[in-house]
């Protein structure tokens, strides 16, 4: 499994020229790539194994236990959601189109 000394070095690059885009002229700060490796391993311990996994860390103790059925799977809430599947309530987003 691989842990953080694994990664490769990485170089921060700081921009200093504002964008329109985002608030305040910020721009993004890199959450996107924290997101795949940790799938991209959940997805292969699942078809190694046979069982989704859906907390991390994807420790050996856990995918052991989650093999043996000893893990329950965590309830998703999604109250929040009127009927058609929509936010209600102060929660809304617009989408042009």
Known sequence: MPVAP???HLETVLVTVPTEEGPFGAHAVAEPPGFGP???IANAVE???GVRIKELPLTGERVLA???GEIKEPQLDLSFLGEEGRPRGPVGWQTSG
């Open 6 to 8: 694994d990664i490769p």
């Open 47 to 49: 078809h190694a194994v």
């Open 66 to 68: 989650a093999v043996r």
């Open 38 to 40: 940790p799938a991209a």
